[in-house]
């Protein structure tokens, strides 16, 4: 467990570079990050390589005794390879060329880039294969859709239409091109969705987007073979950001040894109730993508800004709480963005741990305070991990096929996910966030919101688990399509109605309107979204509608399926009747729960051969008591003992070790 | 009068056919639109045609008794023609191309287009003309504009301003281009308005705005004369969409047997006010278009939805109501868009009668009701026409030019014909809603809002209108400009002058800004949009400003003309404003009325051999009170005798018989 | 002094001409501008010339004894120019071309732009060098930047890239380019900004504006050396227009005789508390941009509109007291837009004095009254001027620096000068806005807002004119960058660190949050934008921050430096504060002031040698009262005696003469 920073030599006079990697040594920084933005400097001309000024640089890394990651360059092309192979350039839908002079300008298709990115890749992992400092790679930075739209991709995506469904006659069937007489009679007609139209079909444009996600990962593999093939005692990995992202998070990180995210927090005491919620969110989807710990690769370190306004500079102790955060959901290493604020380029105001004026300041005096705390647990708190009993699935491609087709306004499938989580991290409870698909050993309770492209694998899957004794909890808008994204001729939940025991006999799509659910103690809750119609079949109501036409109607259902109990979810329901049923599962299946959090503070568990560390995060601008159950030794104060109400101060951070 | 559906039986599985079709004969069905996206199917590839396929579903409509009415399939051309023949696409005014992989990506003026569009239609007509079941054709799809700017439509365009001014020194004239140089030397100068900057000259722009009409009523043009020469028996008709449309419909229509229109009537609760005076208009507007009755080509049978969010689902009683209201304004066919939600396809959410389950619910019961109702009424409601004494005066040319030039915040052409229609409709009055340039004859009371862009034959058919007797209502903007829109160096309203008898001394757009009205009696009214300040020459006031440095002037002055009365709006008042003053020219003058009304509840009167029907439809979610002014057999409950308060429930509907 | 209009022969049938110029000499006009717009009449094809309808235009106004500005035609090239020179056509950052048909549609690098434009200019200048009516020339109309991209841009910028820094490693060092890979290796990869991206290097999208703007002035600077070459006696002037605008005025102006300003203040009842102080900035922006008077090229004359909706017609008094404030700010020229109303082209309803039809009514009335006013008072206020004591500095490359990085929410470069300026305004004391570097011997305080791009030069004339004894108000976001748009490495305020004797520890973009500031006596104001949190040096605090976790550091401070002081607002205060402040600081250095005015009420002050004469304005919709220091004759009002309480009607005028 390790505290880092985001270093760009290339960006400083080298006459700066030893003071700050001193400082780096004095202050507690094990491993530094550098060089996925240096193409330009690392092959300044075609075929013309200069590792000499990286060589210096590590050179001084090794000698303070820092580690370092190297990130491959291919999110930068330079000048001289846009300009002789504009093919790395992407395309947009309407034609336009997303050009050079910023960052992310590479279409994940083009073979130029493919050739060039591969040599100064391979270039430099032979470099720095054998180096004593270097112990990983970065692949390119912040993988996203852009979606291109040239003559390569067309090409490309013919050639993955052709290799999925072999005939066109096949084509047309799955995507249901008759609609709108768009059946193709020849493959030259098969195009990317040019236009950018929303009112095509939506069966091709889900293809589509499976097309490009598979493109990134093609992409990848091309440098994580090559990696493994050069360097292979280095660890890969890949730095995610801002979820939702219309990308598989999942096939990419397959091929990494360990999956790192870049954590920017929102600042802004405005989103000070929904920052610390969905910051967790975040935390827990990239845990979940490998399920295993993993790293943050850029945490926020100042005020972010440049192309937009800035953000809030982050109030004092904002930093080291939220690093404290996602060590507490279980990152090993924490990499700060940036050493030092850049005084030139796009980036100057994304700031750094220290300004501009290279003073270190008060954000660099709480980072430092933040170095020496992890290096004094490192030893205790290596090899812990999460454990949980809830799970919530998450999927990328439900999120493309509701985007394609928005069900109802304020019907937003990442923010659903947002909700329930949210529900459960209040309450005290620690849930896994994993795709769909993955074994669901060990969870007691599983939430899947909307599984709306559903495929018979999943649908059994789901059915076994709740036979065996699980208890499932599903939502409106599950079971609708195939995987072809064509809906299914039968009664929804579709697949899911077995084990939901529950048919929906019509839907109102309500949208922002807010209706009303009623329990059976007769407490009113607001629903809103979408209002399923539910005729029980086996299942028995627990929730009914309290107005419009359909008064009375049940909206929420249970169903006694095998051993275990599925749940149907008709409506979207306010957070409280989420919490209400969550909390009362909670008790009726024994799952973990910390209770009594304040608004704003947080509880999670890492366990492992040394102990188990109960973390409390008051994520919030006022100081906050929490009740706790018994008596524990502070980790973090040198085992004092903390017992009854505890008093945590603004982004307090307190760490408690729990008995065996 | 009857009822019937859209159906795709290319959507389907050809197993499902048979089912399909003998529960349309069991519902009561009568007729059925097909295949008007269906190129693809029809023709595969260029020249090899199939319509074995069809054959089968016309023979099974044939073996259950069903009318059939093809559409031509214009409207999606087929992606082999549009890549073979690329000028099939239009180009917008930015050069971008309106790529294939929706609907209605055709240039009206494309030779390619025109020449296989040609070719289909030949083959269906010949192939189809003697068939039992079939009654009609449907041109293309809901005609719109996109205002091509492809090469063809360039030169198409200089030949048509070359048509009508001969040379460019009449062209310079007429448009005025001397004003920022805009003058043309050389024909190929003259472009279509590329880029779509708002600057530019607006009498170019109007030009190119009837070029682009003209070449929608070509295009359709080409259509008729193929299906008239082939299936001389057989009507054509086709379905307009959604009001205010910048489309000639009125040229349209001129080669039309039949008018039809799209009718989707808001569903949402928030819309309830509103929607069922928009709706009436909409039909009002269609039944203009050829002065008589019209067919529902598509009505709505379930929440729209797809591209963008699901609407509301219909509330129980709405799908019936407001087909009823359509036959009530003079629709004799209601054709229902669709049999079967699209379980593929860009339309999936569109629901149709039926869900994908293909489980008929709620919605078709409610469908199989209205079925029913028509068919028993059939008889005794065939050849019943609306007849009215007030008409309005529409006019796709004052929105063209509005809109190119927009006067005043809020200021809104349709917008405001809405306003004086609504108040008509709530007092239960009657109205037509005409092209300006109809004979007015036996209209008691004519209201033309923003006569803007005048021609002198229009004025002088309105003065001798009102010489003659009539009470014509005028309203600010009128006479502004002339065919040419070109502004005209006279006082306003220009040609109007001398039958208004005022002059408007200067004017103040006021926009949003809400301003005072005083009437005689010293009530006051709200005012928005634009305030003339009036100089009564003959006229006299009966309205003056309440405010602001006009205070004191007339507002609305009336004229004595002839044996009429001409009024002229300086300023939009509020409805109360309209209201007041309608309602007391229908009791000056006679005009039939149905008055206690209330709020969303319509009443109209369709009379012919077999007597005259009185419509009562709540259009709304409570239930209503109309009080009855006599006593009244119900046709729609077997003759009931109603009279006195007539309880209505929420979308109720009733169709008593009025004595001789 | 005198009163003009802008005229349009080429508009109008040759029949009106007579008749509205000889109006125009009963009324009072003295000076017409005719031309800008007629390049295509005076050559209507390549290489044919003609004048001869100008020259009959000419004739007449001499004849009347008006006298005649001619504006180049450059902003409207004809259409066969486009047609055949193609390239005159800019090109956006997304390629598309910027299409004739409008106006202002030309590259002012276009190499066939400078060939025929300066043709065409030559040829006019020859021609009417020596006409008696001619006293000067307009060029081009309203300079505003396109941003071309077009290939002779991309060729130019390179130029102006080499020549400024030789070398491709200069340019790279000085854009900081190795950030994100950006480096150049070769010219050809130097392109313009294409795509439009925010997220490109602000180093070179400076320089990228600053090659803008010396393209306007390159460009303009062809047109003015022929004049000055062929009509040596004739003045040269340039219509600017509403601010703020990117364009390097200065630059723009150094090279004219006088500067011109088109004042079309807001109409609106809604901005009446706004448009006073918007349009005095402006009209001081304008005196300041040759730091004498000026014209007004076009002044408001009724409501303007067109392609927007219109606006609000003037009230009584607005036409007449808003040229009277141009002239109470240093107009000496008013020239109204337009004589008449087009009846044709895009600017039709941009109404002139007369409408459309030719019936000059109540706007004309009150232009009449005004020509007879400013003819009676032309001898006495001929050669005066106004004198001020306090400066505020205005840079356009603030504005652009500012605008490529935005700092915060809500932080506007010119909204701020104009909060100060307006403060000024409203406690009566008159300032002058000049170019940032400058002289400013005379000023007591000088106002220098957010110096964010500074180089050594300013800074150092700054700290000699605080040691000089001055009062230099600096504010936030000064002193940031170099003037390669880079960071300094230095504690802000960077290079004016010394002067203000405050350090910035660190600093909160707190955007439209509102934060609180405290003075000495304990009394709240609000603050926002951004909180620079002081560490004194030197200085000392004269306000502190209220609240957040910066409650009690100082927010402004003041710092005694040589015979001066300075001030450094480290937030953004409201104006009550700076009401405040320079009330004090008035008070202090005996800066003259005209208290008590209500609000909307404006005082300035003209002086010459024949005497001095306080202009009071009432630029609202309410009589207000002015109380007089003194007792004083109207010169507007025959020498009557003014004393104690002026009552003031709405948009009233008063001129009173001071006592010398």
Redesign the interface.
Known sequence: MQVGVDY?P??WDESLWAADIQLMKETGVKVVRVAE?????LE??EGFFDFAWLDRAMELFHQYGLQVVIGT?TA?????LT?TYPDVLPVFA??????????GHRCYNSASLREYGSRIIEKLARHYSGHPAVIGWQTDNEFGMIDCHCKTCYEAFRSWVRQKYGTLENVNTA????????????W??L?V???G????????LLDFQRFQWDSVVRFQKTQIDSLRRICPEHFITHNFHSYPQRLDMYAVGTDLDVAAFDYYPNTS??KQETTPYSGALSLDVTRGIKRQNFWIMEQLSG?P?????????P??GFIRAYAWQAIARGADTIVHFRWR?????????WHGLI?????P???FAEFSQLCGEVNGLSGRLQGTVLKHEVAILHSHEQKAALDI?????G?DYYENIKQAHRALTKLGIGCDVIRAGEPLDGYKVVIAPSLYVLGETLAEQLEAYAAAGGVLILTNRSGVKDSNN???????PGLLSRAAGVRV???????L?VHTLVDPEGNSFECSQWCDLLTPVTAVPVAWYGDD?YAGIPAVTVNSFGKGQVYYFGTHAEERYWSLLLADLAGKYGVTRFAGLPDGVQATIRSGENGSFLFLLNLNRMPQTVPLPGSYSSVLCNGEIRSGELQMEAYGVEILELAE
């Open positions: 760009y290339e960006h933005f240096a193409w330009s400097r300044p001309r360059p930068t092309p330079p000048r001289w300009t309407d034609g336009q060329t997303f050009h050079p002079g910023v960052r995507w249901g091109t008759v609609v709108w007489s768009g059946e193709y009679s020849d030259n007609e195009t969705p040019l236009g139209s929303p009112f095509q079909n939506p069966s091709f005491p405005d005020s800004g440049c192309w937009m306004p800035m953000w809030r500079t109030y004092p604020s850049a005084v030139a380029g796009a980036e100057q105001y300004d501009h004026s290279n003073v300041g008060r954000r087709q928005p069900q109802a306004q019907l064509i809906c299914v001729m039968q009664p929804l006999g019509e839907y109102d799509p309500v949208g309107e036409f």
